[in-house]
């Protein structure tokens, strides 16, 4: 899907039920295709809060760093 269009859909998923970990994550994967580095970041952030045994909202975080050239937050904390 368009990453604008998911976006939408992931936000509808989350506010009819705000623990949807997944949802958080996608839309923080959307945010990212669509340049949206702070609202990709606060996402990603809850997923990794709500689910941190799940390794792709680590990754997703990791990607934003990367492309807003803080590559010492890019890597991985000690504790993964």
């Known amino acids: ?3 604008a269009v998911a976006a939408t859909e992931f936000e509808k998923a989350i506010e009819y039920d705000p623990r949807l970990t997944a949802a958080m994550f996608q ?9 949206k580095m702070d609202t990709a970041r606060k996402y990603l952030s809850i997923a990794i809060e709500k689910g941190p045994d799940q390794p792709g909202p680590y990754y997703w975080l990791g990607r934003i760093e990367q492309k807003t050239g803080n590559l010492e937050a890019a890597e991985l904390p000690p504790t993964c």
């Open 1 to 3: 899907k368009e990453p």
């Open 27 to 35: 839309l923080g994967r959307a945010s990212f295709e669509m340049g």
